[in-house]
């Protein structure tokens, strides 16, 4: 799938947030890699990655550069078999992340 159709996924699947969480997204960017600068361990693909500091550990008086959140095209694609597998998959990643960004933990995250 070419990167643009990529992007436009997250665009369309941050569009589709409640408008009480978009609203709550302040200085984070969406960024499409190919692959991911090393896996995590054997037998593993890493999907997406959230780079930052989460919001529930921020103050008021905290002034940093943007929060990133890393989706992995290749490891995704080669995850999913079909273009709406892709799509679907490219939402659950970009959601994975967001919550982290929103300062949910692994554990917390799989029990949704």
Excluded: W
Excluded at 46 to 54: A, I, M, N, S, Y
Aim: aromatic share 6%; with cysteine; charged share 30%.
């Amino acid at each position: 799938m070419e990167r643009k159709r990529v992007e436009k996924l997250v665009e369309q699947s941050l569009d589709l947030l409640p408008d009480v969480l978009r609203s709550r997204l302040t200085n984070v960017a969406s960024i499409i890699e190919g692959a991911p600068p090393e896996e995590p361990d054997r037998g593993s693909r890493r999907l997406g990655l959230f780079h930052g500091v989460p919001r529930t550990e921020k103050s008021v008086f905290y002034a940093a550069p943007p929060d990133h959140i890393y989706l992995y095209q290749k490891n995704i694609e080669a995850v999913c078999r079909s273009d709406e597998e892709i799509r679907r998959q490219v939402r659950a990643t970009l959601l994975h992340e967001l919550g982290h960004y929103f300062g949910l933990s692994e554990s917390e995250l799989r029990d949704l």
